[in-house]
C-alpha cells in the first residue's frame, strides 16, 4: 500500500527541505540526517510516485539535483493539513 511505503522513511523532512529550492543530494542528505544510500532510496521512491524530479547539473554532471513538483507541493500541504487534525484531536 502507497501509505505504508511513505510511512517507511521521512518523507514530509525531504518535501520541507525542497520546498526552500531544489538541493544536490548530499545536501538534502545533510539536512535530513540521513546517508548517501538512504537519500538515494529515498528520492528514488518520491520520484516514482511523481513528488520530485531529479537531474544532473551542468558544471559537475557527478552532481545530482533533487526538486519537489508539484505533485510533492500538494502532497506536503496534504501532510500539513494531516498534522493540524491530528495535533487538534478527532
Request: no cysteine; charged share 50%.
Given at each position: 500500500m502507497v501509505v505504508?511505503?511513505?510511512l517507511?522513511?521521512?518523507v514530509y523532512h525531504v518535501l520541507r527541505?525542497?520546498?526552500k529550492g531544489p538541493l544536490i543530494m548530499r545536501v538534502?542528505?545533510?539536512r535530513i540526517g540521513a546517508n548517501g544510500s538512504n537519500v538515494f532510496r529515498y528520492v528514488e521512491k518520491l520520484e516514482f510516485y511523481g513528488l520530485?524530479?531529479?537531474f544532473f547539473e551542468r558544471e559537475?554532471?557527478?552532481r545530482k539535483i533533487v526538486k519537489i513538483?508539484?505533485?510533492g507541493r500538494r502532497f506536503l500541504e496534504k501532510?500539513?493539513?494531516l498534522d493540524r487534525v491530528l495535533k487538534r484531536g478527532w
Open positions: 505504508e511505503d511513505f517507511r522513511f521521512k527541505e525542497l520546498e538534502l542528505g545533510r520530485v524530479e531529479t559537475y554532471p557527478y513538483t508539484r505533485k501532510l500539513r493539513e
